[in-house]
């Protein structure tokens, strides 16, 4: 197992928008639309942003969005505010009952 | 709404055995899967494995020789234990639900130095 590959790093000004990559291969990825995105607080218990490339938990902003092209998947945050500075991790399946976890992107609102 | 929280003893000297457990409160052990996950200083998260509710298990292939999870249904809690330790393993270990492919509930994780 492969870590996916994301950006170390994306930032923007409150109110724009930045998008995070994450990229892996046809086994994990490419391969199944179990893709799922986490935010990392220092401190805190992670929490789940989107899970199945584009769906959203309740109580998550419709500000967060998924979506997936072949071996990349992607994560939208519209909208930027001061609480989404946080790092950000892409999650996908791998096919039996096993997990591969991106590189992560710490989002940095300007 | 099921809360989960991670107990171990922070410090573990090289070649020894990690013992970690994750008690679960808000919902009962067996009626969901569940999850081990590390983060060492400065990496990304790694996939430690998966105990279903029926105890079965899933590891990844890096650290399925040293890593052992289970259930205990009376005490409403799962342990997981990682032998031969090495500095490699110091890290915050988290556990989560496993619902329907993703982690849906996670803990506030324990840090894990492993040092003499």
């Known amino acids: 197992q492969s870590a996916l590959t994301q950006p170390p790093s994306a930032s923007g000004s409150p109110g724009q928008s930045v998008t995070i990559s994450c990229t892996g291969t046809r086994s994990d990825v490419g391969g199944y639309n179990y893709v799922s995105w986490y935010q990392f607080h220092p401190g805190k218990a992670p929490t789940v942003i989107i899970y199945d490339v584009s769906k959203r938990p309740s109580g998550v902003p419709d500000r967060f969005s998924g979506s997936k092209s072949g071996n990349t998947a992607s994560l939208i945050v519209s909208g930027l505010q001061a609480e989404d500075e946080a790092d950000y991790y892409c999650t996908s399946y791998a096919g039996g009952n096993t997990y591969v976890f991106g590189t992560g992107t710490k989002i940095t609102v300007l | 709404q099921v809360k989960l929280q991670e107990s171990g003893p922070g410090l573990v000297k090289p070649s020894e055995t990690l013992s970690l457990t994750c008690t679960v409160s808000?919902?009962?052990?067996?009626?969901?899967?569940w999850t081990w996950i590390r983060q060492a200083p400065g990496k990304g998260p790694e996939w430690i494995g998966h105990?279903?509710?029926?105890?079965?298990?899933n590891y990844n292939p890096a650290l399925k020789s040293r890593v052992t999870l289970s259930l205990d249904t009376s005490k409403n809690l799962f342990s997981l234990i990682l032998t031969s330790v090495t500095a490699a393993d110091t890290a915050i270990y988290f556990c989560a639900t496993d619902y329907n492919f993703f982690l849906n509930v996670w803990g506030q994780g324990t840090t894990v130095t492993v040092s003499s």
């Open positions: 808000g919902g009962s052990i067996s009626s969901f899967d």
């Open positions: 105990i279903g509710r029926k105890g079965n298990t």
